[in-house]
């Protein structure tokens, strides 16, 4: 073979070699002598395989290819072609190797047993009439794996060139696009390069991961991984982000068989604004039906158990949420972790019902706390080995949008910030202004006098209070942990020790939902510590906590030494010790003393 073929008429750098250029009037045109090369000049493979996304004049293909094992078990031949011209019908690149393969004397006797790597890297995906040939080659030759990189999509955003992409995926061909060190090899293995090192032009990473992004959108293959800007631009916790239209899915399968870890997947998928079936527009995809259908046609078997965990930058919608629902309760082999960065349309009472219908589904959901911001930027994020960035605001924006999504789904927060502990529990004398109410809750289960379980978390009244997607009641803190104690916690055979730290003692109503409560279980005991006394001059307020004393429930006011607990077991206070304000203890006499006047005084 030649380095590079001689005619009368050479291409030179900045011109283009087309697909159906033809030669000078006065040339006498040749047989096509040149396929295969050995080898491409430098000049060459700088401006027909850089991966700019708006490339001009590369109307020429390449393809460099690698074959192992054909020739011999340890064999690995290389070389370079391209489109024919000449004698016509003019032929595409990918069909002059094809036809050159096939005439080879160790193609006729491959082993069917065995698999025969082929390996090309062109400078242009293929069309889709080649694509066809390519895959109809595949099917007679069931031994050839063959692994297809590009730089660049043809035609990527017609139709019939992303149905003919789908085809060659389907028939088995593996695509990818190049990224930076698949150029690098190409220049070491395919260029004669004279000994240059190889140089990477500005964009090339951005563009592999813009070009990658879009081609597994249309194969609906996970990507491997998010730029930085990308990630940097989608994730963020934000509270308003309306303009944010696309939905990223950070994803990790694991496989047990047997209790023990099998297989693990993890990659990225992005909604897909448009989707074609058979070239025909469809209705776009969603990253959770982008998920579940890869999921299903990839991984799915029935004798094995996966453990599933999502990093959204969106929460479902309510469709994807029931197909989500959906599909868990059609595979039992399959639990489902959500975390998700932001709260999609979180006051919409749909979109409300979706998260509470993943949540009854069994699926867990959550808010990504700074900590799962940074994992999965060191695990989904082609990062550089740069650290990540906590931006600002991003503990507190947790925060918010977790207490809101207990809201959502009426379950306990794990913990408070220590900003919303420390503007809701002081024991002011005059707070009319704070108008929520948190209980700091534990709950010890004891059979036969020996602790069995202990829970502790986080309630608080929820504005509004959603049952099958229409609006009820608000709810308040105490009722909130009523229902999820009921729910989830109560025992008839077992004794519970239930207390509460809560910023405002319960109201006339809740005091006689807890009376009753209390009275229909016998088998739970209630102590009540509260920072403050709601409405303490209101008899029906003072009627309320003396029910609750009746009944059996221990009422105090909250002692500094309360707050100080609470601050250590209930507030993520990162390493900080408590702060006693000014007026804590002062503050405490004052209320334990009115207290004490309103049970010692029962009202008629």
Not at 4 to 33: C, Q
Not at 64 to 87: A, H, L
Not at 239 to 248: D, I, K, Q, V
Request: glycine residues 4%; negative net charge.
């Amino acid at each position: 073979m030649r380095s590079r073929h001689s005619r009368k008429a050479e291409p030179v750098l900045g011109t283009s070699i087309s697909r159906e250029a033809a030669w000078p009037e006065d040339d006498t045109m040749e047989p096509w002598l040149s396929n295969p090369m050995e080898k491409l000049y430098a000049d060459y493979f700088y401006f027909h395989f850089t991966n700019r996304l708006t490339p001009q004049g590369r109307n020429g293909c390449y393809i460099c290819y690698e074959m192992e094992g054909i020739r011999s078990p340890t064999s690995v031949d290389r070389g370079v072609f391209e489109n024919e011209f000449y004698p016509k019908p003019r032929v595409h690149t990918e069909v002059c190797f094809l036809n050159w393969f096939t005439k080879l004397p160790w193609a006729k006797t491959l082993d069917p047993g065995k698999k025969y790597t082929i390996t090309w890297y062109m400078s242009w995906s293929p069309c889709v009439d080649c694509a066809e040939q390519v895959a109809e080659f595949l099917k007679k030759h069931n031994c050839v794996r063959l692994r297809i990189k590009f730089p660049r999509l043809y035609h990527g955003n017609k139709p019939k060139y992303q149905q003919g992409l789908r085809n060659l995926d389907a028939a088995g061909a593996e695509l990818a696009v190049m990224c930076p060190e698949d150029f690098k090899y190409c220049w070491d293995n395919f260029v004669d390069n004279l000994g240059w090192s190889f140089w990477y032009w500005k964009g090339i990473r951005w563009n592999y991961h813009v070009l990658d992004e879009k081609l597994r959108e249309i194969l609906c293959n996970p990507m491997s991984s998010l730029s930085p800007r990308t990630y940097n631009f989608h994730f963020p916790n934000l509270p308003f982000a309306s303009e944010w239209n696309n939905t990223y899915i950070c994803f990790q399968v694991e496989e047990r068989k047997n209790s023990s870890p099998k297989t693990y997947y993890k990659g990225v998928f992005r909604n897909q604004p448009s989707h074609l079936q058979q070239g025909y527009p469809e209705e776009p995809l969603h990253a959770e039906q982008c998920f579940l259908s890869w999921f299903d046609d990839k991984c799915l078997s029935p004798p094995v158990d996966y453990n599933v965990t999502w990093y959204m930058s969106w929460s479902p919608c309510l469709e994807c949420a029931e197909e989500v629902v959906s599909f868990l309760e059609e595979h039992e082999n399959v639990s489902l972790t959500i975390s998700i960065s932001r709260l999609y349309n979180c006051d919409d009472e749909d979109e409300q019902h979706g998260l509470q219908l993943l949540h009854e589904a069994g699926a867990q959901v959550a808010m990504m706390s700074p900590e799962d911001f940074k994992y999965c930027w060191d695990t989904f994020v082609d990062n550089l080995g740069w650290s990540f960035w906590y931006w600002k605001g991003i503990r507190r924006n947790y925060y918010a949008l977790d207490e809101k999504l207990r809201e959502i789904l009426c379950n306990p927060m794990s913990s408070l910030s220590p900003r919303t502990y420390n503007f809701h529990f002081p024991n002011l004398p005059f707070a009319s202004g704070w108008n929520n109410t948190y209980i700091c809750f534990q709950v010890e289960e004891r059979k036969n006098n020996c602790l069995k379980s202990y829970y502790k978390g986080v309630f608080r009244n929820q504005p509004s209070h959603l049952q099958q997607g229409y609006p009820e009641e608000p709810l308040h803190a105490e009722q909130c942990f009523l229902s999820w104690f009921d729910d989830k916690c109560l025992s008839p055979r077992v004794d519970y020790n239930v207390t509460w730290y809560m910023s405002w003692s319960p109201c006339l109503e809740c005091a006689e939902e807890v009376v009753s409560f209390l009275e229909e279980h016998e088998n739970v005991s209630l102590t009540i510590s509260f920072s403050r006394l709601y409405n303490c001059d209101d008899e029906d307020q003072q009627r309320g906590l003396q029910l609750l004393h009746e009944a059996g429930a221990q009422v105090a006011m909250m002692c500094p030494e309360d707050f100080e607990y609470c601050w250590d077991s209930f507030v993520d206070n990162r390493g900080r010790s408590f702060w006693y304000w000014h007026g804590i203890c002062w503050n405490y006499h004052v209320l334990d003393e009115k207290l004490r006047e309103i049970l010692r005084f029962r009202l008629p």
